[in-house]
């Protein structure tokens, strides 16, 4: 199993509508971070997240990071057709600055 | 705006040919990264470098090699490819160095690599 987890793995929403996709560790985390990734190109960076209970919104994007550091959410409201992509958390290791990736939430959204 | 370049965005090799994927960077980041990316599976770190001639095993370093000579320059080797080798690569840049995790990561448009 990953170190992090994702859920749901794909999201068909109709635009307009607001939904939210998890990022789970068993682990605290060191920092995690939000990429949105267009089908077959690099990865956009989002947000970052480090601290307990810390909240950031960008646009209609806003991602939370719980008090135990284990748990992230990103919110989206109102969608759009430009929010469809695949949405991926990394998350720092304690060690040598790597970085681990979840498995990705596929977003699509229907006009 | 910082960018991170890879040499191609599409490449077809055979079995058994060696293959180099080259990442360069132009903002002086000390930590460069290759991951590949492949369906249900998500990102999985290959190689990473935190400096020059510097490197350390990522989840998945078998049958990968890496080259970092000059900073701004990450390279991954395939020594002799193989079918299970085929994906998509990424590689990643981010500022670095005593601190550590100190931002977030910069990626390449990635190389799609399929090996016949």
């Known amino acids: 199993s990953q170190e992090l987890e994702q859920s749901p793995q794909s999201l068909i929403v109709q635009e307009g509508k607001n939904l939210t996709i998890n990022c789970t560790s068993s682990?605290?985390?060191?920092?995690l971070y939000w990429y949105k990734q267009k089908y077959g190109e690099g990865l956009i960076f989002l947000m970052m997240l480090q601290k307990g209970g810390e909240e950031k919104s960008h646009e209609k994007i806003t991602a939370k990071l719980d008090e135990k550091k284990q748990q992230s959410s990103l919110h989206i409201t109102a969608s759009q057709p430009s929010h469809a992509g695949i949405y991926l958390c990394g998350a720092d290791r304690t060690s040598y600055d790597k970085v681990i990736f979840g498995p990705g939430t596929s977003l699509s959204v229907i006009p | 705006d910082v960018k991170v370049t890879q040499s191609s965005r599409y490449l077809v090799k055979r079995t058994g040919e060696k293959v180099f994927l080259e990442c360069v960077q132009d903002?002086?980041?000390?930590?460069m990264f290759w991951y590949r990316q492949d369906p249900g599976l998500g990102l999985r770190l290959i190689y990473f470098s935190y400096d020059v001639k510097m490197k350390e095993k990522g989840d998945i370093p078998e049958g990968y090699s890496v080259s970092r000579e000059k900073k701004e320059r990450f390279s991954l080797i395939l020594e002799s490819a193989s079918t299970n080798q085929t994906s998509m690569y990424l590689c990643a840049s981010r500022k670095g160095g005593a601190s550590g995790r100190t931002g977030e990561q910069y990626f390449g448009p990635g190389t799609r690599l399929t090996v016949t």
């Open positions: 682990k605290t985390l060191y920092g």
């Open positions: 903002m002086d980041h000390e930590n």
